[in-house]
């Protein structure tokens, strides 16, 4: 119901020189269903920010006008309902019911009212729990799901979703999907976020192209979009539907043992399982959310204590350590053996400067200054992170962020390299460059294990599948 | 460890009382017994309070799980008077050196134990049998607390049984990336030191992005509050608040008819 | 600087100020446990050296939230979450905890909440060192003697306050301002651009 204008708006960070967003010129009429595109790093998370009016005056400079039904955005949030990207940072109450019920209170609905809408919005997205549930019990799919229904339930003029189904798995990221369709009203305005368009196509009716630094590239419905810029698109890091990515599998037959997990587990998180690692292959780990595949890449990489069963690494990549189990490493020999990759990016950073994270690994692990430098130069080249050398790491886009964490723990080019999510939120071009990376580290002879919900990843590098069930 | 959760059996008559009536009664209950240093109005008091656990619908052990740091408490102010007293009068007990403890030491020490506990068990009880959710509501619907900040201090309460995890998680980054403290006790305090000021940076950081995400819902419109769940303040609760005060009230008057009262200031 | 909000607290203060009183309840918690189990080896009024960790709270509060009432929400809340956990003091906290609290406040309301430099800090921490053992003096040790542990007690408490709460709570603001974690508060505001 709501309707968008942007004029030559432009929005950066306290603290940074270059402008997240610049020169964006853009109307969208209520009513529409946009997805809005752009590489990582674009400025999508702080434009939909400016329009939920969640971008306060002291945490940075603005330009130009951004207006939802002629209004400043700041003063017209009862008009929008935003989704972010992390669903556990957005739920307020200890209840789920409470935490829908939330934002009704906020908005001064009367009593009566608010149970009955708590309940629509929660059977709309159809969560399946009672409201009494403890918000803390929730996976992420679930917790993503409140997160929607909290928002729908105020009955936006303007719902804006910041990549919803990022962490899901594909069952649930189509759940969540079905929700929004068949949640958002007729007369309500979409603004969606999401780098993998194929999915998000049948939900949107417009599709707008952000290019970084420089405002609004294409605009248009999708299959004109498409048909006229697809090659050029695809080539800037849009991933445009039907282009597939050409394969990196293993050249070589996979080499020798490095690492098996007899009966492995840590009850309740992780039920016994088996898995083996060979040196030069690519090993993907599949499994519906919550199946134990984020503890199990801890506990292979020596950062958690088994509940039950045993890694044993082989000499080969033990080296004088092969008679304890990697947990009880010194953490240096740790880091220079097996490198991971959390789930969550932000878990991961220890230090204040993109520079400093990247170089902490090398250094711990013994290598000379000028070797350091050479290493994080490279990495953040390769990633695209070269001007946010000095940034603090927590203030990175979710793409970037990502790339980072990958970066680090590549870094010390571990002989066995455990990544848990490592693609999610990023854009062809990023991702491809990823990919590449684990190519090379496979082909050079390390191990490459990658915990993942994505089919393309999967499509172009694994050598080999393990899927694990829900305990 | 932590832990959160009220650990009442639902529905027990007191523990469904209005939680500012519950903690209205608990602080008339403890500030009476502040009043006098005797051992006879605490031990009463004690034995008030053990009597109506059941009514809360607390088990003994429950309590006594919950209540074990008392005892810690208790045996500290035992030393302290040991050491410290300023009334050295009654019979010598023991004379070693410069400890000198007598029975008017061990009568104080009593009786500052018994009020200790008679003072501490009442917000034992009261926040073991309370949802924090419900005494956020109350205190804004039935105390006139500012809404804001009761449920600003609700929303950072939930980051409490968060912060475990976390702990482990920045433990863990740590290691992964090489950094360790061995077997090096200073490096160990450095590291352990580190780690708690990751844990409180994380904290201030999730706690940014909750306010960004309340206000995302109208936290701070402006527009007056309605409430969804309504908490009642009835003639009951008002009951409960009295019943503590005179309970508390005929155990002071029982230690001043036996002669043993003692008053705080005088 | 500009004041475009004044004196009235944001959201992200609230919620700042709780996640600030959450946490020091959290270490109170802890806190006790130590200060009644190990630490019981250096018997008062010695202990009264490491009383200074119950007031960072009022301190810290008020120089990151920069607004009136900061440094008595803040170590009220955490007062109240330790009862909540479970102290030994129990339940008597929910009245000496603002008592102190209160304390620190008059040293930044003497100032017109205008100044929050170091001299005020280590007033307010001060302040509320007195205010705490002057309290637990006359309700959790009568009948001790004035010269060999009263007085020692106050003086150490107001020393150890002084230092760990008034110099400790100035480090911990530095210290979380280079973060950048406090970009959005007065206190985090000095820094480059990258
Ligand atoms: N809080 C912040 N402080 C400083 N810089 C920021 C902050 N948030 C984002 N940025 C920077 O602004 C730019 C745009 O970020 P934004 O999150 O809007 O990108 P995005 O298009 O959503 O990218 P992604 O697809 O990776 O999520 C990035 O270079 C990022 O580093
Ligand atoms: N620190 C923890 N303490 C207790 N339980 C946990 C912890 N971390 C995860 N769990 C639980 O253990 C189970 C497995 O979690 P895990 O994170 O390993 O799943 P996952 O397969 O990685 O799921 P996803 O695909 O959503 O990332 C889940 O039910 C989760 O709720
Ligand atoms: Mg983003
Ligand atoms: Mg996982």
Known sequence: MSAVELRGFGWRHAGRKAWAVRGVDLRVEAGERVLLLGPSGAGKSTLLAALAGLLPEDSGEQEGVVEIDGLDPRKARERVGIVFQDPETQLVMARCGDDVAFGLENRGVPADEIWPRVDEALRRVGFPYHRDRPTAALSGGEQQRLALAGALALRPGLLLLDEPTANLDPAGAALVRQAVAGAVDVDTTLILVEHRVAEALPLVDRVVVLEPGGGVRVDGPPAAVFAAHGDALAESGVWVPGRTVPPRHAAAPAGDLLLTADRLGLPPRLTPTDLAVRAGEALAVLGPNGAGKSTLALLVGGLLKPGTGRVTAAPELAGADARTPPHRWRAPALAGRIGSVFQDPEHQFVTGTVFDELALGPRRTGQPEAAVKGIVDGLLERLGLARLAGANPYTLSGGEARRLSVATALATAPRLLICDEPTFGQDRQTWRELVDLFAELRDAGHGVVAITHDPDFVAALADRTVTLERP | MISIEPVAAPGAPLARRNPVAKLAAALVFSFILIATLDPVAPALAIAVQLAVLPLFGIRYRVLARRAWPLLASAAGILVTLVLFAADRSGRVLVEAGPVLVTSGVLLTALGLVLRMLAVALPGVIVFATTDPTDLADALIQNAKAPARFAIGALAAFRLVPLLGQEWQMISMARRARGVDAARNPVAKLRLFVSTAFALLVGAIRRGTRLAVAMDARGFDAGTPRTVARRQRFTPADGLLMAGAAVLAGAALTVSILLGTFRPLIG | ?194
């Open chain 3, 1 to 194: 600087m500009t004041q475009p909000t004044g004196n009235r607290w944001r959201t992200i203060d609230i919620v700042i100020a709780s996640v600030l009183g959450v946490a020091f309840g959290v270490i109170f918690w802890a806190w006790g446990l130590l200060w009644n189990g190990p630490a019981d080896a250096i018997p008062l009024p010695g202990r009264a050296v490491l009383y200074g960790v119950w007031l960072v709270p009022a301190v810290l509060g008020a120089l990151i939230i920069r607004k009136p009432g900061a440094a008595l929400y803040t170590l009220t809340l955490a007062a109240l979450v330790s009862v909540a956990l479970g102290t030994s003091w129990g339940w008597t906290i929910v009245v000496q905890g603002p008592l102190e609290a209160a304390a620190g406040e008059l040293a930044f309301a003497l100032f017109g909440y205008r100044n929050y430099r170091l001299p005020v800090a280590l007033l307010a921490a001060t302040l509320a060192g007195l205010a705490a053992s002057i309290y637990d003096v006359f309700v959790w040790y009568p009948g001790t003697a004035w010269g060999s542990f009263r007085l020692p007690y106050i003086l150490i408490t107001a020393a150890s306050s002084l230092v760990v709460a008034g110099l400790g709570s100035v480090a911990l603001t530095r210290a979380l301002a280079g973060t950048g974690v406090l970009d959005r508060f007065p206190a985090g505001r000095e820094r480059a651009a990258v």
